[in-house]
């Protein structure tokens, strides 16, 4: 009896021994074997607050705690049936010069677990760890990985960083021991490939990061340790694929409180064959760079060890591959020359880069060797700006002469559309500029006008740019402009061509003269087709105070004009008000001049005429005026020419016909007139043209009769008195040559007329009513001849 109940009792206590086991190990039981060189922790965490213990029997006896440290093989009992989310596995190993292969332990595969290398160098060198076969990425701390197995590096107690796998980073080296650890979540198998560990070189520097970029655009994050050590310094070495190029972008930043400002931690960029570029943080990091580079960041030394001045950098690398072009030269020294290339679109992937550095306007100057290099930029996308000075100091090389205003410049590498050209145009001190289209003239663009043209002018003056002399088009009516200024510009904007020859062929023509009176003055030819616009420089602006503008309207003789004052704006003025004259050019007419109080009405002007307009010293308010020329046919003047025409065309012919008719009218009242003339010339005073001779008119010296007292009675009397002077002083007795016979005036005398070779000395006329008269005349030539003269 006393037996039975002793083997009760006994049943009673082994009940109770189970039933506390079954309670501290909740049924979950672990085999775990351990390899030489390994230790395992396992750690309750630290967030988790529960009364679950692991349990492991020392010299037989349960010893039950919320951690345990395992360097052999040991069976362990959990007091709770899921210890998986109660404990922490970390299992370390020291190794040294040797290749770091992962095992899995499978009891722990539940578990969340780390797996931890001390690296421990047998000699003072650095450890180089090589990570080609997985790669690594660098996150931040609190990051997690895709594949749940996250590395973390510590060297010196330092964390170096924290990584996922599949990255870009292909190699880690460390200076003197370290430390490798893998976090993997449980339920997660092991997946991590071999780590060569070899012995490298002396280093200066904490940690050396290598990095090797993809062939395929990318963007990679590196962040520097997280406490850096005084003077201590972090490098990293990027390799970067052929045709590929990297851009640096700091993302956030940190910077200690140093105890010099010269030793501020940078960023020292180095690249092969190249000068070191150091950037401070807050500055713009280099861009679209080719080639394999490295950084450097150095500590300083600090003042305060605060965690809140500690130095932190943040910063990503990114790589693409892009479609370089690539333009070098130089712009001519004679030419004061500046072209400028930008961006049309800022946030456009186009890059331009001139010597290396990134811009979104690019500036090249005369006299300067340039390369420039653009990435990924379509012509379109870059615009072009050219400024040129054209500057004549002498008047001997630049008197009349025209010079014309184009841009041909030989490097056509250099991209993008042209998109506006600046002239500066120089002269020689005193002179003014006179601006001609050497092809259709131009007109006026109101700025409320459109320009139907690929370019749109503008001429304004270089040392004021805010007077401008106004906007014009190609194709107009205005001639020539002239400007009493020495230096002005003239700005032509291309609205809708990318082709850069349209500029080469002469836009403008320009030349120097002498001072002009005028501030401005403009040569105009109206033509039919439109009404011509006129406008003071500047418009809607005002004119400029005592400045005088003029028109020179040019119009066809058969053409006037309607001049019409759209749009007049006057100003008050102190003393003399502003002046508005149209006077004609031909018949200096004074048109219309303007006085305070005019009210402008329209004009018509019969011929070319000018324009003038002067604003007033000290006006109050503004002085503008804007007009419309309307050239018409002059009907009215083109048919008084013609009455003009026939009238006198009437007034010749009547004239003629009454000379004609005077003519005859003498003719027939003429008497018979007989000369004698020895000379058988018969040319008289009056007398048009060689009489007929002989042979032409055979009754020249043929007469019926001659009337002899109708012709010589002045000569009778002179006769008479003659005789008597003479028988005063000869006497009586004084005998006189016989006259020669006399024809007969019945004889027809038409065969035998009468030669001058037989008169000889007297003259004797016949009268046809009294019959014959005889009468004596001496001649006082010895010789006379008888001819025949009609009146």
Same mark, same amino acid.
């Given at each position: 009896m006393r037996s039975w109940r002793v083997t009760c009792f006994s049943l009673v206590l082994l009940v109770f021994f189970l039933s506390s086991v079954l309670e501290l190990t909740g049924g979950a039981e672990l085999n775990v074997a351990v390899e030489q060189g390994t230790t395992i922790h396992i750690n309750a965490s630290s967030s988790t607050n529960t009364q679950c213990k692991v349990c492991m029997r020392v010299?037989?006896?349960?010893?039950?705690?919320?951690? &345990?440290?395992?360097?052999?093989?040991?069976?362990?009992?959990?007091?709770?049936s899921q210890p998986e989310k109660v404990f922490i596995v970390q299992i370390i190993r020291d190794i040294g010069i040797m290749t770091i292969e992962p095992k899995e332990h499978s009891a722990f595969i539940k578990f969340n677990r780390t797996f931890t290398w001390n690296l421990k160098p047998l000699v003072s060198r650095s450890l180089q760890l090589n990570f080609s076969s997985t790669g690594l990425r660098q996150i931040e701390p609190k990051d997690s990985c895709p594949d749940n197995h996250r590395y973390m590096l510590t060297v010196e107690n330092i964390s170096i960083g924290t990584f996922c796998q599949n990255g870009v980073i292909r190699q880690i080296d460390v200076r003197n021991a370290g430390k490798l650890s893998a976090d993997v979540t449980g339920g997660q198998h092991l997946s991590m490939k071999v780590i060569a560990v070899s012995v490298g070189r002396l280093m200066n520097s904490l940690v050396n990061v290598h990095a090797v970029l993809p062939e395929k655009s990318s963007i990679q994050d590196f962040i520097t340790p997280n406490t850096i050590p005084e003077n201590?310094?972090?490098?990293?070495?990027?390799?970067?694929p052929n045709a590929y190029y990297a851009d640096v972008r700091i993302l956030k930043y940190t910077l200690p409180t140093c105890l010099s400002s010269e030793s501020i931690p940078t960023m020292k960029y180095t690249w092969q064959g190249r000068d070191a570029l150091v950037k401070r943080m807050n500055e713009n990091q280099p861009s679209v760079e080719p080639g394999s580079f490295n950084i450097s960041i150095k500590n300083c030394k600090m003042s305060t060890m605060s965690s809140l001045s500690r130095l932190m950098v943040h910063f990503q690398i990114s790589a693409i591959k892009r479609r370089k072009?690539?333009?070098?030269?130089?712009?001519?020294?004679?030419? &004061?020359?500046?072209?400028?290339v930008m961006k049309k679109d800022p946030k456009s992937v186009? &890059?331009?880069k001139l010597d290396s550095v990134i811009m979104d306007t690019v500036t090249i100057a005369s006299g300067n060797h340039f390369i420039l290099n653009t990435f990924d930029c379509n012509k379109d996308e870059l615009e072009l700006t050219v400024t040129q000075t054209e500057e004549c100091k002498e008047w001997r090389n630049c008197t009349s002469s025209l010079f014309p205003l184009h841009f041909n410049?030989?490097?056509?590498?250099?991209?993008? &559309?042209l998109k506006m050209i600046t002239w500066h145009l120089q002269g020689p001190v005193n002179s003014a500029v006179e601006l001609q289209s050497p092809t259709d003239g131009l007109r006026y663009c109101l700025p409320e006008d459109k320009c139907n043209s690929i370019l749109l002018l503008n001429v304004s003056q270089v040392i004021n740019p805010g007077i401008t002399v106004g906007q014009f088009c190609p194709k107009g009516s205005i001639q020539k402009i002239q400007i009493r200024e020495s230096k002005i510009a003239v700005t032509a904007s291309v609205t809708s061509f990318s082709d850069r020859s349209v500029a080469a062929k002469p836009i403008l023509s320009y030349s120097f003269t002498q001072g002009i009176s005028e501030n401005y003055i403009?040569?105009?030819?109206p033509?039919?087709?439109n009404p011509t616009t006129l406008a003071t420089p500047g418009w809607p602006s005002a004119v400029k105070a005592s400045s005088t503008v003029s028109w020179i309207v040019n119009m066809e003789p058969q053409y006037t004009s309607v001049l019409k004052f759209r749009n007049v704006s006057q100003p008050k003025c102190k003393q003399l008000h502003t002046d508005i004259a149209v006077q004609t050019i031909r018949s200096q007419t004074v048109l219309y001049t303007t006085t305070k109080d005019d009210q402008m009405k329209d004009l018509l002007v019969p011929e070319s005429f000018y324009l003038n307009m002067t604003n007033c010293k000290s006006p109050t308010g503004a002085f503008r005026a804007m007009m419309e020329v309307t050239v018409q046919s002059n009907t009215n003047k083109l048919l008084g020419i013609i009455l003009g025409v026939v009238g006198v065309v009437l007034a010749i012919a009547v004239a003629v016909v009454i000379w004609f008719v005077l003519r005859k009218k003498k003719r027939n009242k003429a008497p018979p007139v007989s000369v004698y003339n020895p000379s058988e010339h018969a040319f008289l005073p009056g007398l048009h043209g060689i009489p007929k001779t002989q042979e032409e008119d055979e009754d020249n010296h043929t007469y019926a009769y001659i009337d002899d007292?109708?012709?010589?009675?002045?000569?009778?009397?002179?006769?008479?008195?003659?005789?008597?002077?003479?028988?005063?002083?000869?006497?009586?007795?004084?005998?006189?040559?016989?006259?020669?016979?006399r024809p007969d005036r019945n004889v027809d005398i038409q065969d035998k007329a009468l030669l001058p070779n037989e008169l000889y000395g007297y003259v004797q006329g016949q009268s046809t009513t009294s019959g014959p008269t005889k009468a004596s005349v001496k001649s006082s030539e010895e010789h006379t001849y008888e001819t025949r003269l009609c009146v």
């Open positions: 010299r037989n006896q349960p010893l039950c705690q919320s951690y &345990v440290i395992l360097r052999s093989d040991t069976l362990l009992d959990f007091s709770c201590a310094e972090t490098m990293w070495f990027f390799n970067v072009g690539q333009c070098e030269g130089d712009l001519p020294d004679k030419q &004061v020359l500046k072209i400028q186009c &890059v331009l410049y030989e490097q056509q590498c250099i991209p993008g &559309v403009f040569t105009v030819a033509k039919m087709d007292t109708l012709v010589y009675s002045h000569l009778l009397k002179d006769d008479a008195e003659n005789k008597q002077h003479y028988e005063d002083t000869s006497g009586p007795h004084l005998n006189k040559p016989p006259l020669p016979d």
